[in-house]
């Protein structure tokens, strides 16, 4: 078996290779509330998401939060003066294209996403063909069944992580294992037998810490939706 000896040329090149990945490997450190953003999304290691739904972002910087994508796209709407048909159109393939991305991993709950576009979806109203004094009902209510047909921030969240949960729910990659352990323990939490995800939100929700899964059970139990899982139930003592 042959080897090659170790010179002091040969040891000092281990040693600055071996600098340099320690320097790429580096964890930077910070509070735990400090968002960064990362493949496209802003979002903080203790689970809020408030930068992503209300940062301003610097100049700069390519990445905008969701207010500040909607308020120029209003801006611009206001000033071009296109007829509602058109409108419409701009409002679908245009500003939702731009806001869809990277919705599935915020954690926020959905109180706090019914805030970002409440305001919004007033001020666009009238440029969009529709009497600003509907009943707030109707206006997230599909037009098959008479309402206006705007989308909501709520339910496109709620799709994208329930997209996100069945894709990758008893994978054999380290999202799949961190769904488990995080549902895992919010069966602990909540102290449930079963599927802590068919359990009702209200009131046990607050039993929760506040993560990625627990808005997910908000979601899901908001919109009525149940997941038909293979999850073991534990037995009574």
Not at 119 to 131: H, K, Q
Not at 182 to 200: D, F, H, K, M, V
Request: aromatic fraction near 10%.
């Amino acid at each position: 078996m042959n080897s090659t000896p170790v010179t002091e040329e040969l040891w000092e090149e281990v040693v600055d290779s071996t600098a340099s990945w320690t320097e790429l490997l580096t964890i930077p450190g910070g509070s735990v509330s400090a968002a960064r953003v990362t493949l496209g999304v802003s979002a903080a290691p203790d689970g809020h998401d408030t930068q992503h739904l209300h940062g301003e972002g610097k100049a700069r910087d390519k990445w905008k939060s969701i207010s500040t994508r909607a308020s120029p796209w209003a801006n611009r709407l206001k000033n071009g003066h296109l007829p509602p048909k058109f409108a419409w159109v701009s409002y679908r393939l245009q500003l939702w294209s731009s806001l869809r991305y990277g919705l599935g991993t915020l954690a926020a709950p959905l109180s706090e996403l019914g805030e970002v576009t409440k305001n919004f979806a007033y001020n666009v109203l009238s440029y969009l063909g529709v009497n600003q004094n509907i009943a707030a009902g109707y206006r997230y209510l599909h037009s098959t069944f008479g309402g206006v047909g705007l989308i909501s921030l709520s339910a496109e969240v709620t799709i994208g992580r329930l997209n996100m949960f069945l894709q990758h729910w008893d994978m054999p990659n380290p999202i799949g294992r961190l769904l488990q352990a995080s549902l895992e323990t919010l069966q602990l939490e909540i102290g449930c037998a079963g599927n802590p995800l068919l359990e009702p939100f209200d009131p046990m929700g607050n039993l929760a810490t506040h993560c990625w899964m627990t808005s997910f059970w908000e979601g899901i139990c908001a919109f009525g939706l149940q997941l038909q899982m293979d999850y073991p139930e534990l037995p009574m003592p």
